[in-house]
């Protein structure tokens, strides 16, 4: 299977660098679905094969040429053993053609190639359109066969792929959207225009993303929503610098927060590991104003390493972002001095979580 092509483009188009942003996450994550450890299938909204992985040819016996198109029923009765599909499957076939459920899991017998039973676990996500109908469906398939049907090594080895691959993407996504929020600026309406369908392929690619984060069962919350977004505003002048500490191990994401506090008045503190961030505290530590730290960071984590800071500087106000859950619990859930920002996120979206925590003026 071959990755998506790369759209026509103009070199010198307002919207060049977004679009070849979006063309880069389509391929990565064509290539993570091509090359997970474990069967994935994407159908259609007619539950037709749109993508069979190498894992997922290995598991069943048939190549991709043999069975993209093929719907799951009645086109490919010899999938199942004779009344597997009634008694099983087609129950739960209906359930994912009617979109309301975001995550569907059963158990069932597949028929390999070979005409061997498979005991398989499907664990699928839901893909709507605004309108609530189902645009794709994304299946990971683990074969139980002789093992139980749930749980055990094997499907936390499954929620630890899914949680992997939503990560990642998170963070593409997060680059693609915030590039689209800064190209806007004083570009002409036609442009933008072309900018507004990035975006809106970016948070259709979004949502994918928590879906798959709630395969992993680590609790994916809310991706960001359309907001109003207010004009930015200059802090006054003070005898200090107003600074913001930013942590995050991915280079575009931490320059894309910069830009964005930069236009609120910050001068951005920049630092690609916790320890890192810990010693530009230390040094700037009078001068900044609000910390936005990744949770997810290797080394010493964004939560662990707000933990320190407060033990420095006990107000500090701080945003914590990621792509997974609020990693927050028990004492210091509803502290006040600290947002929560869900990836992938927008500019605007980074706008207001810091006002939320530090005023609209620095």
Known sequence: MSPPERPAAEP?????????????????????????????????????????????????????AEVTGRRLWPDWPGFFPPGEWEAVVAPVAERVRS??????????????????????????????????????????????????????RRGDDLAALAGSVAHDLNNVFTVVLGGVGLARKGLPPAAVAHLDQVEQAGMRGA?????????????????PTARPVEPARTPPPTERPARALVADDEMFIRELMASTLEDLGYEPLLAATGPAALDLFRHYGAEVRVA???????????????????????????????????????????????????????????????????????
């Open 12 to 64: 010198d188009a307002p919207a060049a660098p977004a679009a070849q942003e979006f063309w880069r996450t389509c391929q990565h994550l064509a290539y993570h679905l091509d090359n997970a450890p474990v069967a994935v299938v994407v159908w259609d909204s007619e539950l037709r094969v749109t993508r069979w992985n190498e894992a997922a040819e290995h598991l069943f016996g048939w190549t991709a």
């Open 99 to 152: 979109g309301a459920e975001r995550t569907v899991v059963v158990t069932n017998r597949n028929l390999t190639k070979a005409g061997e039973v498979r005991v398989v676990e499907w664990r699928s996500s839901v893909l709507t359109d605004p309108a609530g109908k189902v645009a794709s469906v994304l299946s990971f398939a683990l074969d139980v066969t002789g093992r139980p049907p749930a749980g055990g």
């Open 207 to 223: 949502e994918l993303c928590h879906k798959l984060a709630g395969l992993s069962g680590r609790g994916p919350d809310p991706g």
């Open 292 to 362: 936005v730290l990744d949770v997810k960071m290797p080394g010493l984590r964004g939560d662990h390493l707000l933990g320190q800071l407060r033990e420095l500087a006990p107000g500090l106000p701080a945003v914590l972002v990621s792509g997974l859950a609020d990693p927050r619990g028990g004492p210091g859930k509803g502290d006040e001095r600290t947002v929560f920002l869900a990836k992938p996120f927008r500019p605007e979206d980074l706008v207001a979580a810091v006002r939320r925590v530090a005023g609209v003026t620095v």
